[in-house]
Protein backbone atom coordinates (compact mmCIF):
# COMPACT_ATOMS: atom_id res chain seq x y z
CA UNK A 1 0.00 0.00 0.00
CA UNK A 2 2.89 2.35 0.31
CA UNK A 3 4.54 1.64 -2.29
CA UNK A 4 1.63 1.89 -3.92
CA UNK A 5 0.96 5.48 -2.58
CA UNK A 6 4.52 6.52 -3.14
CA UNK A 7 4.30 5.96 -6.70
CA UNK A 8 0.80 7.61 -7.82
CA UNK A 9 2.13 10.96 -5.97
CA UNK A 10 5.25 10.59 -7.47
CA UNK A 11 3.85 10.36 -11.37
CA UNK A 12 0.60 12.74 -10.31
CA UNK A 13 4.44 15.47 -9.76
CA UNK A 14 5.71 14.10 -12.62
CA UNK A 15 2.45 14.60 -15.10
CA UNK A 16 1.43 17.90 -13.21
CA UNK A 17 4.64 19.10 -13.72
CA UNK A 18 4.47 18.51 -17.43
CA UNK A 19 1.07 20.16 -17.85
CA UNK A 20 1.96 23.16 -16.19
CA UNK A 21 0.67 25.99 -17.98
CA UNK A 22 -2.03 24.49 -19.63
CA UNK A 23 -4.80 26.16 -18.21
CA UNK A 24 -6.91 29.72 -18.99
CA UNK A 25 -4.50 32.66 -19.24
CA UNK A 26 -4.46 34.41 -15.94
CA UNK A 27 -6.02 32.55 -13.19
CA UNK A 28 -5.73 28.72 -13.11
CA UNK A 29 -2.15 27.31 -14.54
CA UNK A 30 -3.62 23.85 -14.86
CA UNK A 31 -6.93 22.66 -17.25
CA UNK A 32 -9.24 20.07 -14.99
CA UNK A 33 -9.34 17.79 -17.79
CA UNK A 34 -5.21 17.94 -17.42
CA UNK A 35 -5.56 17.27 -13.67
CA UNK A 36 -7.98 14.72 -14.28
CA UNK A 37 -6.28 12.84 -17.01
CA UNK A 38 -3.27 12.94 -14.44
CA UNK A 39 -5.07 11.18 -11.61
CA UNK A 40 -6.16 8.26 -14.50
CA UNK A 41 -2.69 8.03 -15.74
CA UNK A 42 -1.06 7.83 -11.89
CA UNK A 43 -3.23 4.93 -11.33
CA UNK A 44 -2.52 2.96 -13.87
CA UNK A 45 0.86 3.18 -13.58
CA UNK A 46 1.30 2.79 -9.50
CA UNK A 47 -0.84 -0.30 -10.48
CA UNK A 48 1.40 -1.66 -12.58
CA UNK A 49 4.81 -0.89 -11.05
CA UNK A 50 3.53 -1.65 -7.78
CA UNK A 51 5.13 -5.19 -8.68
CA UNK A 52 8.78 -3.59 -9.53
CA UNK A 53 9.14 -1.07 -7.04
CA UNK A 54 7.55 -3.30 -4.35
CA UNK A 55 10.18 -3.54 -2.23
CA UNK A 56 10.07 -1.01 0.58
CA UNK A 57 13.53 -0.16 0.98
CA UNK A 58 13.71 1.20 -2.80
CA UNK A 59 10.60 3.24 -2.54
CA UNK A 60 11.79 4.96 0.95
CA UNK A 61 13.91 7.56 -1.16
CA UNK A 62 10.56 9.47 -1.74
CA UNK A 63 10.57 10.12 2.20
CA UNK A 64 13.99 11.62 1.68
CA UNK A 65 13.16 14.37 -1.02
CA UNK A 66 14.04 17.18 1.28
CA UNK A 67 17.50 15.69 1.79
CA UNK A 68 17.43 15.26 -2.05
CA UNK A 69 17.04 19.40 -2.50
CA UNK A 70 20.02 20.20 -0.34
CA UNK A 71 22.30 17.23 -1.72
CA UNK A 72 21.92 18.03 -5.34
CA UNK A 73 22.21 21.61 -5.65
CA UNK A 74 24.52 22.00 -3.09
CA UNK A 75 27.45 19.06 -2.59
CA UNK A 76 26.28 17.53 -5.74
CA UNK A 77 26.94 20.54 -7.76
CA UNK A 78 29.84 21.48 -6.28
CA UNK A 79 31.48 18.78 -6.74
CA UNK A 80 30.37 18.35 -10.91
CA UNK A 81 31.76 22.42 -11.24
CA UNK A 82 35.04 20.86 -9.19
CA UNK A 83 35.02 17.80 -11.74
CA UNK A 84 34.75 19.74 -14.74
CA UNK A 85 37.46 22.00 -13.93
CA UNK A 86 39.39 19.14 -13.12
CA UNK A 87 39.18 17.40 -16.73
CA UNK A 88 39.18 20.70 -19.03
CA UNK A 89 42.80 20.80 -16.70
CA UNK A 90 43.40 17.10 -17.90
CA UNK A 91 42.36 18.16 -21.20
CA UNK A 92 44.89 21.08 -22.36
CA UNK A 93 47.94 19.15 -20.38
CA UNK A 94 47.38 15.90 -21.43
CA UNK A 95 48.56 14.58 -17.70
CA UNK A 96 46.69 11.46 -16.72
CA UNK A 97 47.87 8.85 -14.10
CA UNK A 98 45.03 6.05 -14.11
CA UNK A 99 44.18 3.02 -12.78
CA UNK A 100 41.37 1.17 -11.67
CA UNK A 101 41.06 0.30 -7.77
CA UNK A 102 38.50 -1.82 -5.73
CA UNK A 103 37.22 0.40 -3.22
CA UNK A 104 34.69 -0.66 -0.08
CA UNK A 105 31.87 2.09 0.69
CA UNK A 106 30.15 -0.82 2.87
CA UNK A 107 26.65 0.06 1.20
CA UNK A 108 24.03 -2.11 2.29
CA UNK A 109 20.73 -0.99 0.18
CA UNK A 110 20.54 -1.42 -3.97
CA UNK A 111 19.65 2.44 -3.95
CA UNK A 112 22.43 3.77 -1.62
CA UNK A 113 25.10 1.96 -4.31
CA UNK A 114 22.89 3.68 -7.49
CA UNK A 115 23.56 7.04 -6.26
CA UNK A 116 27.08 6.48 -4.68
CA UNK A 117 27.93 5.17 -8.27
CA UNK A 118 26.15 7.82 -10.49
CA UNK A 119 27.77 10.93 -7.84
CA UNK A 120 31.13 9.23 -8.13
CA UNK A 121 31.06 8.68 -12.04
CA UNK A 122 29.87 12.32 -11.94
CA UNK A 123 32.65 13.95 -9.89
CA UNK A 124 36.56 14.69 -10.01
CA UNK A 125 38.53 11.97 -11.62
CA UNK A 126 36.46 8.68 -11.07
CA UNK A 127 33.69 6.73 -13.15
CA UNK A 128 31.92 3.54 -12.04
CA UNK A 129 32.86 0.99 -14.02
CA UNK A 130 31.38 -2.69 -12.59
CA UNK A 131 30.35 -3.31 -8.75
CA UNK A 132 30.62 -6.64 -6.70
CA UNK A 133 26.83 -7.37 -6.28
CA UNK A 134 27.43 -9.96 -3.06
CA UNK A 135 29.92 -7.28 -0.93
CA UNK A 136 29.10 -4.11 -2.81
CA UNK A 137 32.37 -3.43 -3.71
CA UNK A 138 32.91 -0.99 -6.40
CA UNK A 139 35.53 -0.99 -9.23
CA UNK A 140 36.02 2.55 -9.96
CA UNK A 141 38.69 3.94 -13.18
CA UNK A 142 40.80 6.65 -11.31
CA UNK A 143 42.24 9.56 -13.67
CA UNK A 144 45.04 10.56 -10.95
CA UNK A 145 45.75 7.36 -9.12
CA UNK A 146 47.25 8.28 -5.57
CA UNK A 147 49.35 5.86 -2.97
CA UNK A 148 47.33 5.42 -0.38
CA UNK A 149 48.60 2.44 2.46
CA UNK A 150 45.07 0.71 3.64
CA UNK A 151 41.58 0.60 2.08
CA UNK A 152 39.38 3.10 4.24
CA UNK A 153 42.26 5.89 2.99
CA UNK A 154 41.39 4.78 -0.39
CA UNK A 155 38.39 5.06 -0.45
CA UNK A 156 38.30 8.52 1.38
CA UNK A 157 40.61 9.49 -1.42
CA UNK A 158 38.09 8.48 -4.02
CA UNK A 159 35.07 8.82 -3.00
CA UNK A 160 35.28 11.88 -0.39
CA UNK A 161 32.00 12.04 1.61
CA UNK A 162 29.62 10.70 -0.60
CA UNK A 163 29.03 7.51 1.08
CA UNK A 164 27.88 9.18 4.14
CA UNK A 165 25.59 11.14 1.91
CA UNK A 166 24.39 8.13 -0.19
CA UNK A 167 23.72 6.19 3.34
CA UNK A 168 21.82 9.39 4.44
CA UNK A 169 20.04 9.19 1.54
CA UNK A 170 18.66 5.61 1.08
CA UNK A 171 19.00 3.86 4.51
CA UNK B 1 12.14 46.81 -24.58
CA UNK B 2 13.33 44.36 -27.64
CA UNK B 3 13.36 40.66 -28.18
CA UNK B 4 15.28 40.61 -30.84
CA UNK B 5 18.92 40.08 -28.77
CA UNK B 6 17.76 36.19 -28.43
CA UNK B 7 20.53 35.31 -31.34
CA UNK B 8 22.89 34.50 -27.94
CA UNK B 9 21.03 31.55 -27.55
CA UNK B 10 21.37 30.49 -31.37
CA UNK B 11 26.00 31.09 -31.08
CA UNK B 12 24.97 28.64 -27.93
CA UNK B 13 23.40 26.14 -30.00
CA UNK B 14 26.27 26.39 -32.82
CA UNK B 15 28.68 25.85 -30.79
CA UNK B 16 26.96 22.96 -29.70
CA UNK B 17 27.19 21.63 -33.17
CA UNK B 18 30.92 22.54 -33.48
CA UNK B 19 31.13 19.86 -30.47
CA UNK B 20 28.96 17.29 -32.66
CA UNK B 21 31.19 17.54 -35.56
CA UNK B 22 33.97 17.24 -33.32
CA UNK B 23 32.78 13.94 -31.87
CA UNK B 24 31.17 12.42 -35.63
CA UNK B 25 35.25 12.34 -35.80
CA UNK B 26 35.61 10.42 -33.00
CA UNK B 27 33.00 8.13 -33.93
CA UNK B 28 34.53 7.63 -37.62
CA UNK B 29 37.46 6.71 -36.11
CA UNK B 30 37.17 4.30 -33.81
CA UNK B 31 39.27 2.74 -33.45
CA UNK B 32 37.11 -0.23 -31.22
CA UNK B 33 33.42 -0.60 -30.73
CA UNK B 34 33.04 0.88 -27.26
CA UNK B 35 34.56 4.02 -28.38
CA UNK B 36 32.79 4.87 -31.05
CA UNK B 37 29.57 4.15 -28.54
CA UNK B 38 30.82 6.92 -26.11
CA UNK B 39 31.04 9.63 -29.21
CA UNK B 40 27.99 8.41 -29.95
CA UNK B 41 26.58 8.95 -26.00
CA UNK B 42 28.35 12.35 -26.50
CA UNK B 43 26.48 13.38 -29.94
CA UNK B 44 23.39 12.29 -27.85
CA UNK B 45 23.82 14.85 -24.87
CA UNK B 46 24.82 17.76 -27.39
CA UNK B 47 21.56 16.68 -29.26
CA UNK B 48 19.38 17.34 -26.42
CA UNK B 49 20.86 20.59 -25.52
CA UNK B 50 20.34 21.83 -28.75
CA UNK B 51 17.17 20.79 -28.78
CA UNK B 52 16.46 22.75 -25.70
CA UNK B 53 18.19 26.05 -26.94
CA UNK B 54 16.16 25.44 -29.87
CA UNK B 55 13.00 25.50 -28.06
CA UNK B 56 13.83 28.58 -26.35
CA UNK B 57 14.78 30.46 -29.46
CA UNK B 58 11.72 29.23 -32.26
CA UNK B 59 9.41 29.71 -28.27
CA UNK B 60 8.19 25.72 -28.98
CA UNK B 61 7.72 23.73 -26.20
CA UNK B 62 7.84 20.70 -28.57
CA UNK B 63 11.37 20.85 -29.31
CA UNK B 64 12.21 20.57 -25.66
CA UNK B 65 9.53 17.67 -25.63
CA UNK B 66 11.40 15.73 -28.13
CA UNK B 67 14.46 16.55 -26.00
CA UNK B 68 13.77 14.74 -23.19
CA UNK B 69 11.96 11.67 -25.68
CA UNK B 70 15.09 12.08 -27.66
CA UNK B 71 17.28 11.35 -24.00
CA UNK B 72 15.44 8.34 -22.64
CA UNK B 73 15.36 6.48 -26.17
CA UNK B 74 19.20 7.45 -26.71
CA UNK B 75 19.90 5.84 -23.06
CA UNK B 76 18.19 2.44 -23.63
CA UNK B 77 20.09 2.60 -27.49
CA UNK B 78 23.02 3.13 -25.10
CA UNK B 79 22.43 0.53 -22.52
CA UNK B 80 21.54 -2.07 -25.74
CA UNK B 81 24.37 -1.42 -27.64
CA UNK B 82 26.56 -1.40 -24.39
CA UNK B 83 24.87 -5.31 -23.54
CA UNK B 84 25.16 -6.18 -26.98
CA UNK B 85 29.35 -5.64 -27.55
CA UNK B 86 29.39 -6.78 -23.76
CA UNK B 87 28.48 -10.72 -24.86
CA UNK B 88 31.46 -10.73 -27.39
CA UNK B 89 35.10 -10.56 -26.98
CA UNK B 90 37.01 -7.86 -29.47
CA UNK B 91 38.36 -9.61 -32.21
CA UNK B 92 40.19 -7.67 -34.33
CA UNK B 93 40.58 -3.93 -34.18
CA UNK B 94 39.64 -1.81 -36.95
CA UNK B 95 36.37 -1.22 -38.79
CA UNK C 1 15.90 43.24 -13.31
CA UNK C 2 16.10 44.72 -16.71
CA UNK C 3 16.38 43.28 -20.16
CA UNK C 4 20.08 44.03 -20.28
CA UNK C 5 20.93 42.33 -16.91
CA UNK C 6 19.06 39.17 -17.98
CA UNK C 7 20.66 39.35 -20.99
CA UNK C 8 24.14 39.30 -19.84
CA UNK C 9 23.43 36.48 -17.37
CA UNK C 10 21.83 33.84 -20.44
CA UNK C 11 25.08 35.11 -22.20
CA UNK C 12 27.47 34.22 -19.29
CA UNK C 13 25.73 31.09 -18.71
CA UNK C 14 25.52 30.08 -22.39
CA UNK C 15 29.51 30.46 -23.31
CA UNK C 16 30.22 28.35 -20.10
CA UNK C 17 28.19 25.49 -21.13
CA UNK C 18 29.53 26.25 -24.80
CA UNK C 19 33.04 26.25 -23.69
CA UNK C 20 32.66 23.00 -22.00
CA UNK C 21 30.77 21.28 -24.31
CA UNK C 22 33.56 21.88 -26.72
CA UNK C 23 35.93 20.46 -24.30
CA UNK C 24 34.40 17.31 -23.79
CA UNK C 25 34.22 16.84 -27.72
CA UNK C 26 38.39 18.08 -28.19
CA UNK C 27 38.72 15.46 -24.85
CA UNK C 28 37.70 12.66 -26.67
CA UNK C 29 40.82 13.01 -29.25
CA UNK C 30 42.97 14.14 -26.61
CA UNK C 31 42.80 10.96 -24.43
CA UNK C 32 44.43 7.74 -25.02
CA UNK C 33 41.78 5.13 -24.15
CA UNK C 34 38.01 4.72 -23.87
CA UNK C 35 37.80 5.29 -20.68
CA UNK C 36 39.29 8.29 -19.75
CA UNK C 37 37.46 9.51 -23.15
CA UNK C 38 34.60 8.57 -20.79
CA UNK C 39 35.38 10.85 -18.16
CA UNK C 40 35.83 13.79 -20.52
CA UNK C 41 32.80 13.18 -22.30
CA UNK C 42 30.29 12.89 -19.53
CA UNK C 43 31.07 14.92 -17.12
CA UNK C 44 31.63 17.92 -19.38
CA UNK C 45 28.66 17.23 -21.10
CA UNK C 46 26.26 16.87 -18.53
CA UNK C 47 27.64 20.21 -16.92
CA UNK C 48 27.20 22.03 -20.42
CA UNK C 49 23.94 20.85 -20.19
CA UNK C 50 22.64 21.73 -17.02
CA UNK C 51 23.99 25.62 -17.71
CA UNK C 52 22.01 25.62 -20.71
CA UNK C 53 19.41 24.94 -18.82
CA UNK C 54 19.67 27.22 -16.41
CA UNK C 55 19.91 29.71 -19.43
CA UNK C 56 16.55 28.88 -20.74
CA UNK C 57 14.56 28.75 -17.48
CA UNK C 58 16.19 32.33 -16.63
CA UNK C 59 14.96 33.82 -19.61
CA UNK C 60 11.58 32.16 -19.44
CA UNK C 61 11.49 33.24 -15.92
CA UNK C 62 12.59 37.09 -16.86
CA UNK C 63 9.53 36.33 -19.40
CA UNK C 64 6.92 35.13 -16.88
CA UNK C 65 8.10 38.67 -15.33
CA UNK C 66 8.27 41.00 -18.11
CA UNK C 67 5.02 39.76 -19.64
CA UNK C 68 2.67 39.34 -15.99
CA UNK C 69 -0.25 37.24 -14.86
CA UNK C 70 -1.86 37.64 -17.61
CA UNK C 71 0.77 35.85 -19.90
CA UNK C 72 -0.67 32.71 -21.60
CA UNK C 73 1.26 29.97 -19.43
CA UNK C 74 3.54 29.31 -22.44
CA UNK C 75 6.65 30.16 -20.43
CA UNK C 76 6.02 28.12 -18.20
CA UNK C 77 5.49 25.06 -19.53
CA UNK C 78 8.54 25.84 -21.26
CA UNK C 79 10.53 26.23 -17.89
CA UNK C 80 9.22 23.52 -16.51
CA UNK C 81 9.87 20.70 -19.94
CA UNK C 82 13.47 22.21 -19.77
CA UNK C 83 13.28 21.26 -16.07
CA UNK C 84 12.00 17.90 -16.85
CA UNK C 85 14.64 17.42 -19.75
CA UNK C 86 17.49 18.29 -17.37
CA UNK C 87 16.20 15.67 -14.76
CA UNK C 88 16.57 13.39 -17.41
CA UNK C 89 20.00 14.07 -18.57
CA UNK C 90 21.01 14.08 -15.15
CA UNK C 91 19.94 10.51 -14.57
CA UNK C 92 20.62 8.87 -17.80
CA UNK C 93 24.64 10.14 -18.59
CA UNK C 94 26.08 8.23 -15.75
CA UNK C 95 24.25 5.15 -16.23
CA UNK C 96 24.96 5.06 -19.62
CA UNK C 97 28.37 5.33 -18.97
CA UNK C 98 29.06 2.73 -16.63
CA UNK C 99 27.27 0.48 -19.16
CA UNK C 100 30.34 1.30 -21.92
CA UNK C 101 32.82 1.35 -19.29
CA UNK C 102 31.29 -2.10 -18.17
CA UNK C 103 31.30 -3.29 -21.28
CA UNK C 104 34.95 -1.94 -22.97
CA UNK C 105 35.63 -3.90 -19.87
CA UNK C 106 34.08 -7.21 -20.40
CA UNK C 107 35.48 -7.53 -24.45
CA UNK C 108 39.13 -6.93 -22.77
CA UNK C 109 40.00 -3.51 -23.75
CA UNK C 110 42.36 -2.92 -20.70
CA UNK C 111 43.18 1.01 -19.45
CA UNK C 112 46.27 1.96 -20.56
CA UNK C 113 49.44 3.82 -19.31
CA UNK C 114 47.65 2.23 -16.08
CA UNK C 115 49.74 1.94 -13.01
CA UNK C 116 47.39 -0.25 -11.16
CA UNK C 117 44.28 -2.70 -12.35
CA UNK C 118 42.89 -4.29 -9.41
CA UNK C 119 39.69 -5.07 -11.81
CA UNK C 120 38.19 -8.59 -11.39
CA UNK C 121 35.49 -10.91 -13.34
CA UNK C 122 32.40 -11.11 -10.61
CA UNK C 123 28.49 -11.47 -11.46
Redesign the interface.
Known sequence: MFTFLVTFLGVLVLYLLLVWGSGDAGSAYWAIEEVLAGFVLALISAGIARAILGKAENSRMFLKWPLFLIYVPTVFLWNLAKANVDVAYRVITGRINPGIVRIRPGLKTDLGRTILANSITLTPGTLTIDIDRKTGDLFVHWINVRDTKTDEEKTRAVCGSFPEWARRLSE | ??FE??D??L??VA??G???L??L??LFLGP????R???L??IN??V??M???L??YY?E?VF??I??VY??L??VT??F???F??T???KEVGP | MTWDWAMITILVLIIISGIFSLLGAIGLHRFPDVYTRLHAATKTTTFGSIFLAIAVIVYSIFRITEVGPENDGAFITLAAHTFIALLAILITNPTGAHAIARAARKTGIAPEQAVIDEYEEVD
Open positions: MSHLIIIGILVGIVSLRTSPDVVADTTLVGMIGGAEVIDGIAISFTLIARISRKE
